[in-house]
């Protein structure tokens, strides 16, 4: 069994607090990633695991094995830890070929020479880099590369796969790729893996589950759906892409889900309430995507609608980007259409909205 | 209990490569130490330090109230202070004309520029000797011409030419690489205002150098408080007592050295020494204003000097020709000559007599291999020591390893002729040392301590530019602090290993001053060998074993040239 436990976990650089009490569970076979802007703690904690950062307070348990406890003073050095870490800048010895960084840890564990040519084939053959064992890393390409630091840390068969950013120096097609196989390797060798990105999209793409982190919390811990569909909280709905956000009080009780609130400028809209949304006071969301724009007032009455202007355009390609004015407040939208600055009509689906606390 | 069984365990790797560093903290602290602190102890002793005695101020008021004393402090900065001048204009001059103009032949230029760091301070001194010194070849040339010596090297101003000879490739290294990042948009903005040239020169990119022109300055400056050769070639023939004269002289010079004040002395001029590094980090500290260096590539781009060119070049090759040239072709005729003047062709005193008095005592060849076997097996040990020492300070989590720093830093402040002392005692004071009395292994001591500074500076930045993430990836895939260093670290900081061991080689191989104290009968080097023939008025063996040591050095600097030439792919 390989699951972690990691328990009020933190950690403190002199003043500054970096990670507050952080608690995590990932499972056997698991595929976690922990997601937020850079500085909200993620590489910390995963470093914090891998036993490369000391942690201030906590513990750390993988596979029933204390890692490290703040109280019990019990402090695995890395090393000791069996656990594979890829790194952003995949970090391989420039001064080893292929073979001999997948060679290196073998030799460490003590694996025969015999016995370790055919590992270093196979953990290469698992990332179609067989043919690759002879060239330095230099010579190589930044996909290849990435795929050989895997490999260095599959060849001498981690408890755990922590990975800090491994796609993120790689062109924006190749990271697709790199992230499809990835997600499959993990599947067909069920190795629990926690994942660090800033990515969203890669996030959603890989996860079993997501923890999304913010200065040093975990703000929301969910499947990658309800992560995308019910955030419980603004950061969380603005860091997943729903960037507009309209303070409003309930007006009503809830039926079916879909609940009667009132902007602050008086007009009436129906949303979806998250489980969080309990107090009088929120705020709906709603993404830009699925705001549509129209000169005149949308006769379907089932719409949530209001009245504002567009201040500015920005051309993104398939759609444009409008800035809204409407009262007192800015919201974005995109639609394909092009409209000229003016009065206009924002229009959207009650099901496209989220209320959530405020 | 379960917890306290795991706490050992994970412990035993840690204690392991804990015990490493330790060991290595606590041997810098004593090879800094061993030295520093007899000196500190004796200067407030009113006894000899190997006798038991009472603590006392008295030996610094008695330093203070000497008059010869005052002297000594008086000739001593003035001397530096010239030498700092002429070091100074001649290093900046040439870094300034060399990096940042299209001086014709500047590419040429450059590597002549730093040969006077290679060759020992005593080398060049007698070489100077020979040639502009009361009876030497030029200056007899000179007094045959207008009937009266045109100069006087038993001065103070003439010692400060040579000292600024000697030290003006510190000043152009610091100088020109200060100048090679200098944005050029800065003087392109002086241009488009319509400053000629040499105003540009002058105006910005002078000014903008000003960080490493004091930077050079002060270790110039500190360079001639140590400076042992000079002084004795120079000063003690006319009389005029030196920092380093003067402990060379009231330390080792008389029948019953005066403990006390020697170990005052040694002591004040550490506290001047160690004062003067301080201002200098002070001073660079404030440092910003100056930084011109951005993160954006530009394109190198120099004056034109147009006319003014030709005759700027023409002056600086003479300066090299007089300065470094021809002193250097006087040391090689001396060699081979009964004696050198101009009233005689040379040719015609042709001989190998110089060579033959080597080659007839075992002492005199014993100083030349002795000379190599201290550099190159101090070298390669000090080369591996302070490669753990940069290990323990850069890339571990020993508790200590920022305190580590300063000390192993701490001997640039130790001048020669005090080290030398400091050893001396320390084998008096410490049971057992002096089973290294008189032998070759005290002199690699004290050399090696002497360039540990310099070597951890040659390896601090290399060790620096090697990604973390390197070390921690070794780390996680299962390699201990010890694994990680000499299977991944070391190997990738191979060439900066190298130059780490060209330099100590060189800085052992010249080194003289620290072993006026510590050698004997079976442990001489060249330049000690060399200091006595001279104190026997033998200048042709001088000339000789010169010769020797600058081939030596010329032969390693070429070997080590062609060497890293070969290995550009590690």
Not at chain 1, 91 to 111: C, D, E, I, S
Not at chain 2, 513 to 536: D, H
Not at chain 2, 547 to 558: E, G, H, Y
Request: net charge positive; hydrophobic share 50%.
């Amino acid at each position: 069994m390989s699951d972690v436990f990691v328990e009020k976990l933190s950690k403190r650089f002199g003043d500054v607090t970096a990670l507050h009490d952080v608690n995590l569970h990932v499972a056997q076979g698991e595929f976690l990633t922990l997601l937020g802007p850079s500085g909200c703690g993620k590489s910390t904690t995963l470093f914090a695991i891998a036993g490369l950062d000391t942690p201030s307070g906590g513990v750390i348990r993988v596979g029933g094995q204390t890692f490290f406890d703040g109280a019990g003073k019990v402090d695995v050095p890395p090393e000791r830890r069996n656990l594979g870490l890829v790194f952003q800048s995949y970090a391989l010895w420039p001064h080893m070929t292929v073979a001999q960084n997948l060679a290196f840890p073998l030799k460490l564990r003590g694996v025969s020479k015999a016995e370790q040519a055919p590992r270093i084939a196979e953990a290469l053959s698992l990332v179609d880099m067989g043919e690759y064992g002879g060239r330095f890393p230099h010579e190589l390409s930044g996909g290849q590369q990435q795929r050989v630091a895997l490999a260095r840390t599959l060849v001498f068969r981690p408890t755990l796969l922590l990975l800090d950013e491994p796609l993120s120096n790689l062109d924006a097609k190749l990271r697709i790729k790199a992230r499809g196989w990835l997600k499959s390797l993990q599947r067909q060798l069920g190795l629990t893996t926690i994942y660090v990105t800033h990515d969203q999209e890669e996030a959603l793409a890989l996860s079993d589950r997501i923890a999304v982190m913010n200065k040093g919390r975990i703000v929301q811990l969910d499947s990658p759906e309800t992560i995308y569909r019910r955030p419980t909280n603004t950061f969380v709905a603005d860091f997943i892409g729903a960037s507009n956000f309209l303070p409003v009080r309930r007006t009503g009780a809830t039926v079916d889900e879909i609940t009667p609130v009132m902007t602050e400028a008086g007009v009436a809209l129906r949303a979806v309430a998250a489980a969080s949304a309990g107090a009088d006071d929120g705020i709906v969301t709603v993404r830009p995507q699925h705001i549509r724009l129209s000169r005149q007032r949308p006769s379907d009455r089932g719409l949530n609608v209001l009245a504002g202007a567009i201040t500015d355009r920005t051309y993104l390609g398939a759609r444009h980007a409008y800035g809204l004015e409407i009262s007192g407040h800015t919201l974005v939208a995109e639609v394909e259409e092009v409209l000229e600055p003016g009065p206009v009509f924002a229009a959207f689906e009650p099901r496209d909205t989220l209320l959530i606390a405020r | 209990m379960p917890a306290s069984a795991k706490l050992l365990d994970g412990l035993s790797p840690l204690s392991h490569a804990l015990l490493i560093q330790w060991a290595t903290a606590i041997v810098t602290v004593i090879l800094v130490a061993a030295p520093l602190g007899p000196i500190l102890w004796q200067s407030f002793l009113d006894k000899p330090l190997y006798e038991t005695g009472a603590l006392t101020l008295h030996n610094y008021s008695r330093l203070f109230g000497d008059p010869d004393f005052h002297d000594v402090l008086a000739n001593s900065f003035q001397l530096a202070a010239l030498t700092t001048v002429v070091a100074c204009a001649a290093g900046v001059a040439f870094a300034l004309f060399i990096e940042r103009t299209n001086l014709p032949g500047r590419r040429w230029l450059r590597p002549l520029v730093l040969w006077p760091m290679y060759i020992s301070q005593l080398v060049t001194a007698f070489a100077w000797y020979i040639i502009y010194g009361p009876s030497g070849y030029i200056t007899l040339l000179g007094e045959r011409l207008i009937g009266v010596p045109p100069w006087d090297m038993y001065s103070i101003p003439g010692m400060a030419i040579i000292a600024g000879v000697t030290q003006a490739p510190l000043v152009y290294l610091f100088c020109s690489s200060s100048a090679r990042m200098a944005d050029a948009t800065l003087e392109d903005a002086g241009r488009s205002m319509s400053a000629g040239a040499l105003r540009v020169l002058w105006s910005i990119s002078l000014p903008l150098m000003r960080p490493a022109i004091i930077y050079s300055a002060l270790l110039v400056f500190i360079g001639s408080l140590e400076m042992l050769a000079v002084p004795l070639v120079f000063g003690r023939p006319a009389g005029l007592e030196f920092f380093t004269t003067f402990l060379f002289s009231r330390g080792l010079g008389a029948i019953t050295p005066d403990y006390g004040l020697v170990g005052a002395a040694a002591a004040l001029l550490l506290a001047i020494v160690s004062g003067l590094l301080v201002l200098q980090g002070l001073l660079l500290s404030k440092a910003g204003r100056f930084v011109t260096v951005k993160g954006k590539a530009q394109r190198p781009k120099v004056a034109d000097l147009g006319k003014a060119g030709p005759p700027i070049a023409a002056a600086l090759w003479l300066y090299l020709v007089l300065a470094l040239l021809i002193p250097l072709i006087g040391i090689v005729l001396r060699a081979f000559t009964t004696f050198l003047t101009p009233l005689l062709s040379p040719f015609e005193l042709l001989t190998f007599d110089n060579f033959a008095i080597l080659a007839k005592y075992p002492a005199y060849i014993r100083s030349i291999t002795n000379s190599v076997i201290i550099a190159f097996v101090g070298g390669v040990g000090a080369t591996a020591f302070v490669a753990l020492l940069a290990l323990v300070v850069q890339r571990s989590s020993f508790p200590f390893r920022r305190q580590l720093e300063y000390v192993a830093l701490y001997p640039r402040a130790m001048p020669g002729v005090v080290a030398g002392i400091g050893f001396f005692w320390a084998m008096l004071l410490i049971p057992g040392a002096s089973l290294l009395q008189g032998t070759i292994w005290i002199l690699m001591i004290a050399f090696a301590m002497r360039g540990m500074p310099t070597a951890y500076g040659a390896m601090a930045p290399a060790m620096m530019q090697i990604g973390k993430e390197l070390d921690q990836s070794a780390r996680s895939v299962g390699a201990s602090w010890w694994t990680v260093s000499t299977r991944i670290v070391l190997p990738l900081m191979k060439p900066a290993l190298f130059s780490a061991f060209t330099l100590l080689f060189l800085g052992m191989l010249k080194e003289y001053a620290s072993a006026v104290f510590l050698f004997a009968p079976g442990a001489e080097i060249i330049g000690t060998t060399m200091l006595s023939f001279w104190a026997n008025g033998n200048s042709g063996a001088v000339a000789a074993l010169s010769v020797i040591q600058l081939l030596i050095t010329f032969l390693f600097v070429t070997a080590a040239r062609l060497s890293t030439r070969t290995h550009r792919d590690v």
